[in-house]
Every structure is written in C-alpha cells, then in structure tokens.
C-alpha cells in the first residue's frame, strides 16, 4: 500500500486544502467546533476570579471591574451567542452520538431526541436564573 | 505516509471528559455568560451585589460553591482542549504530541490552578 | 424543443494530462433525465473517451457515485431539472485518488471493508439439521438499517477525516462492522474489538455527521460510529479496572 515505486498508472491525489470553505456544511461544522474556543475563554474568565478572589477583595474587586467595563460586556455578549450555538449544535448532533431509544416498540426521532435536548437546555437556564434572581439582598 | 497502527487509543480518556464538559456547558453555557458576564456586572435583571467580594467567597468557601467552581472549569476546559485538539487537525496541523500536550497540557494546567483556587480561598 | 445545460466534468488522462481538468458539454435533456443520462449522452453523442462507472441506474448497485455541484451524489439519483438553468459541474467521488476522468481507486474502501470481518460470527455453529437461526422482528430491527449499505462510498467522499487521514476506517466499513455486532445471530464482537479501538477506528470520527446525510440508504453512519465510540470507552474503562484488579 506504501510504494516505494511511482505508479505506472498515475493516480491522482486532490489536495484537502481549504475542504471546509467548499461546503456550508462544513463551514457550520467548523464553527460548531470553534465555539469550543469560548467555552475555554469563559472558563479561564472564571478561573482568573477565582484566583483573584483567593487573594483577596482588592484583586477580586478588580477583575469584577474588568467585568464591568464595555469591551467585556460585549465580549460577553458575542460569548453568549457562540454559548447558545454549542448548545443547539451539541443536541443537534446528539441523535447520531446516542444510541437509538426505543419508547414503546418505536424509535424515538432525532429531532425529537434534539427538542428534548434544547427544552431541558432551556430548563436549566430558567432554573438557574429564577434561582439567582430569588436570593435574598 | 501515516503509520497505521491497531494500538488502543487512550482517546477514551479525552473523549469522556470532552463529552462530560460538552453536555455540562451545553445545559448551563449560556445562562452562566449571561449571568456572570452581563447581568449582573451591568446589574441588568440581577443585582450586581450578588457577585460581590462577600458573598463570592462565602460561595467559594462553602462544599457545594467548590464543587460547582470546579465542575464549571475543569470540565469546560476538558472539553474545550478535546475539541480544539481534533480541530487542529481539521486545519492541517498534524495531531502529534507536541499538539497534544498543548491542548491537554493547557486544561490540566487550568485544572491544577483551579483546585489550587478553591482550596485557597478557605473553607 | 429541447432544454440544453451545461455539464462540466473533471477530465484526468494519466497517459496524456499532467493534472485533472474541467470540460465544458452541452447536452439537451428532457426533466426525467438523471445526472448518469446526462454522462451517457456525452459518452455517446459528444465525447465517447469520457469514462465513468454506472451500471444498475436504480441506486441499488453504488456503482455510479460522483461529486455534483461538490456533493458526493449518486448520478443515477440526481436529476438534471434540479440544476437547470445553472451550470452542473461533476467530479469524481472526494478523497479516492482518481484512476480516469470520473473513475476512481476504491481500493482501500475494499480492503478495509474486508478487514472488519464482514459475516456472521456464531456462538454455537448450526448444523443444516439444526436448522435456521431464528430472529425476531425486534432483534432483525437492531441492525437493519444498517445492512442497507451498498457500498457507494458516498460517505467516504463526506467524510473530511478520512480526507485528511487515509488510514482513517471510515463512516460506512464502521457501519458495516455495526451491523454484524448487532445482529443477534452473532458473537464477533471481541473479534471485531481491536479495529473499532484503534485511533484509526472510531477515535478518528469528530462527528460531523455529513456521511450520514449523503447516505442514499439511510444507514446514518454516524450514529454506527458514534455509538461505538460509547462501546470502545466501555471497554477502554473495564479494561483498566481489569488491568488495576487483576493484573500487575
């Protein structure tokens, strides 16, 4: 399979240079896998509070300033969108990473298995949110 | 020409944490950037006292708050250095060890600095 | 009056060109005419060197799978009405190295194919006394759709990570290994193991599912993959536990 000798017949190999601009499936693909890039970003913003934290109220007070300040608002806001994509992208794909369920001698759709997916996505969130947003000042 | 070799892959590993921090972040991503990273430090729905210094460390200092502190890091950052490790690849940078230890160097690295940070801040 | 349209197809005569390039044909067509129809009014009106495989037009044999507007497609599935107006550009299937214009080098699709061990595999051999192995409609449903395969290497030309790694074992043999694991008159697992544990078995896989959505069977691929991703860890785990319990 490896030769050492040229091919008599002259087979041609097609570069994969650039294969993922040729397709949008691809380019959807390759910004599915870009947004792991903010889940790193925003887990080092956590970690970096942590540390700060650790050392003491005027470095945490510090970086909740960074927080505060525009630009972060805003990196935070494109964050949030590329968060929001991770989660429909990852239960998206979720009916191929699973095994099929079968629900009362049928299979379950893979759009259903996503719905399910979004909705508990959304119900977490809501969860979470209510949760904060009930704590007492 | 690659080396083809039938070796179990320790992929597994990589795979099982990437999957773990995957579904964490797809469940609690958004609502977490949102909260921390808008709202409440613009105080818009949620009052930026609720991340304050006092109740941050009273948060951190408790069992529950470092589990949660950790789970959030540790697994997005597993997570993350799996993808970009295999997304390297997909862009034409050869997935060797030097690529590797980069990418999973970084999120055991980020892990270490994180379980330093909890134990830190007291209990 | 006939409509014609424009088909340009990747030319490659590795006796006379350097490298592969595009030709431009006219040919006139009526709605019901397929892709494949199209090549073989080139081939026997316009341009009779232009080679390509075919042969069923039904989408059964999986001889006839070509790059169309840059999706891997069967020709004989693909209608020229869907492109009219537009120009209609074929090439030969992505990621196999091209023997001839439209015709191209299955065979590692072939020799991993035959590696997986492609049949059944039983516990306890029946003797023809015996009988039949018996199956129940559940248990025939477990793998059937991924028997549907036929070997159209559509998802091969999908799939950017065996592009990328030739070693890679790839969307539809994984499917077809699949569809012998869980098939209930077999016990080839084990035997089987070792492909699907290698980094060129399913860890090559980031699942990015266009295999499956190319499949004219709907054998989704994918999911045969995939889930054998959840397999390989199983096994990956037990075995250190094994190896932490029992062995050195």
């Not at chain 2, 099982?16 to 977490?32: D, E, I, N, Q, W």
């Not at chain 2, 050869?94 to 990418?103: N, Q």
């Not at chain 3, 030709?23 to 009526?30: K, L, N």
């Not at chain 3, 078995?201 to 499949?215: D, I, K, M, R």
């Amino acid at each position: 399979m490896k030769d050492m000798q040229p091919d008599a017949r002259r087979p041609y190999v097609r570069p994969m240079e650039g294969w993922w601009r040729k397709n949008p499936f691809f380019v959807r693909y390759m910004a599915r896998e870009l947004t792991a890039l903010v889940v790193a970003a925003y887990a080092f913003v956590l970690l970096i509070g942590l540390l700060c934290l650790a050392q003491g109220e005027a470095a945490y007070n510090g970086w909740l300033a960074v927080l505060r300040h525009p630009v972060s608002l805003s990196l935070h806001a494109v964050g949030l969108v590329a968060m929001a994509y991770h989660t429909w992208t990852w239960f998206e794909i979720m009916p191929k990473t699973m095994p099929p369920i079968v629900v009362h001698g049928k299979r379950v759709a893979g759009h259903v298995v996503t719905a399910v997916g979004v909705a508990a996505a959304i119900g977490v969130t809501l969860v979470l949110f209510l949760a904060v947003w009930g704590i007492k000042p | 020409m690659r080396k083809h070799s039938n070796a179990r892959s320790n992929a597994p590993i990589f795979w099982a944490l990437f999957g773990a921090g995957g579904m964490l972040s797809a469940l609690t991503g958004p609502v977490l950037v949102f909260m921390t990273g808008i709202a409440i430090p613009a105080g818009f729905l949620l009052s930026p006292d609720l991340m304050s210094y006092p109740r941050m460390l009273g948060f951190a200092q408790n069992f529950i708050g470092k589990l949660c502190i950790l789970a959030v890091v540790v697994l997005f950052l597993w997570h993350a250095a799996h993808r970009v490790f295999k997304s390297l690849h997909d862009v034409g940078i050869h997935p060797g060890p030097a690529s590797k230890l980069a990418c999973y160097g970084t999120a055991f690295a980020g892990s270490m600095l994180a379980v330093y940070g909890v134990v830190a801040v007291g209990f | 009056m006939d409509k014609v349209i424009q088909i340009e197809v990747l030319r490659y005569r590795p006796e006379q060109d350097e490298e592969p390039f595009f030709q431009a044909y006219a040919v006139p067509f009526t709605d019901d005419m397929s892709v494949l129809q199209g090549l073989q009014y080139i081939k026997d009106e316009l341009d009779s060197t232009l080679s390509y495989r075919w042969s069923c037009r039904m989408a059964i044999c999986g001889s006839c799978g070509m790059m169309i507007n840059g999706k891997p497609e069967l020709s004989c599935h693909t209608f020229l009405r869907d492109f009219y107006p537009h120009k209609l550009r074929v090439e030969p299937l992505n990621h196999f190295p091209i023997e001839r214009d439209l015709v191209v080098r299955p065979d590692d699709f072939i020799r991993k194919l035959e590696s997986i061990k492609p049949y059944i595999i039983a516990r306890d051999v029946r003797r023809l006394d015996q009988g039949e192995y018996l199956q129940t409609p559940a248990e025939r449903d477990r793998y059937e759709q991924y028997s549907s395969c036929i070997n159209c290497m559509l998802c091969y030309a999908a799939c950017p990570q065996y592009g990328l790694n030739s070693e890679f074992m790839g969307p539809g043999v994984l499917a077809l290994l699949h569809r012998y694991n869980m098939d209930s008159r077999d016990s080839g697992q084990a035997e089987r193991k070792e492909l699907v544990n290698a980094e060129e078995g399913v860890w090559n896989c980031t699942a990015v599912g266009y295999c499956s959505e190319v499949c004219p069977k709907g054998v989704d691929p994918a999911n045969a993959v995939n889930v054998n991703k959840i397999n390989s860890a199983k096994d990956f785990f037990f075995n250190l536990l094994r190896l932490a319990g029992g062995g050195k």
